[in-house]
C-alpha cells in the first residue's frame, strides 16, 4: 500500500463550468484547529459558497455550505482520498453565474475543480515522527546541528542554551530514532544526552 502524502504549501487552481466561476485552494493542516483556521483564512464571504473538507489522519469533516447534500464537501474529499492525501485541508469557493449545474454537475465541478487543484500542488510523503530533547556541551554544538540538518526528515524545532551548552529540541523520523541517538552519543563521545519523548 502507497504511504500518505501531504503538501508543502498552499496551491490554488480555477475554472469556470457554465459561468459559474470556481476557486480551489489546498494546503497543509497539522490538526483539526489548523484546518479550521485554513478553511477560515480562504472562504471568501462575498461569495455563494465556500464548500470544504479535511482530512488528518482518521478524522474528517466536510461541508457542501448551502449546496444541495453531498454535492460539493463530499467530492471534495473524495478528491483529497483519491490522491492518498493526508493533513490537507481543500476549500472550493463558487460564485453563482446564473446557470444551474444539476447535482452531477456540481460533484464534477467540485471534486474536479479540488481534484486538478490537488493535482498541481507539490507534495512530500508523511513520516512518522518523534520528538527528542538533546543536551550537548558549547564545544559539541555547531558539530551536531551540521550532522542532524544533514540527516533526511529529520528537523530542529528549537534550541536554547543553559549554563553547560545547550538544548535542541528534535523531531526524528521513528524509524531512525534509535540509530540517531547512537550517533549523537558516538559522535560526542558520550557528552551529549538524548532524551526521546514518549
Known amino acids: 500500500m502507497s504511504k500518505p502524502s501531504t503538501l508543502t504549501g498552499t496551491v490554488t487552481a480555477r475554472q469556470e463550468i457554465k459561468k459559474s466561476r470556481f476557486l480551489a485552494v489546498a494546503g497543509p493542516a497539522l490538526d483539526e484547529t489548523g484546518a479550521k483556521a485554513f478553511i477560515t483564512a480562504h472562504s471568501d464571504h462575498t461569495a455563494n459558497h ?45 460564485w453563482f453565474g446564473g446557470i444551474l449545474l444539476g447535482s452531477g454537475g456540481l460533484v464534477r465541478a467540485y471534486g474536479g475543480t479540488a481534484a486538478m487543484c ?47 551548552g545547550a538544548e535542541l529540541i528534535v523531531s526524528v523520523p521513528k524509524e531512525d530514532a534509535d540509530t540517531v541517538a547512537r550517533m549523537i552519543t558516538d559522535l560526542t563521545s558520550g557528552r551529549a544526552t538524548v532524551k526521546l519523548s514518549e
Open 50 to 94: 465556500n464548500c470544504w473538507a479535511w482530512r488528518i489522519g482518521q478524522a474528517y469533516r466536510f461541508s457542501d455550505d448551502g449546496e444541495p447534500s453531498g454535492t460539493a464537501g463530499k467530492p471534495i474529499l473524495q478528491a483529497i482520498d483519491g490522491q492518498l492525501l493526508d493533513r490537507v485541508a481543500v476549500v472550493v469557493t463558487r
Open 118 to 164: 490537488l493535482r498541481e500542488a507539490e507534495k512530500v510523503p508523511l513520516v512518522d515522527t518523534v520528538a527528542a530533547t538533546v543536551t550537548c556541551t558549547f564545544g559539541d554544538l555547531a558539530l551536531l546541528q551540521a550532522r542532524l540538518k544533514a540527516l533526511p526528515g529529520m528537523q530542529i524545532r528549537a534550541q536554547s542554551f543553559i549554563d553547560t
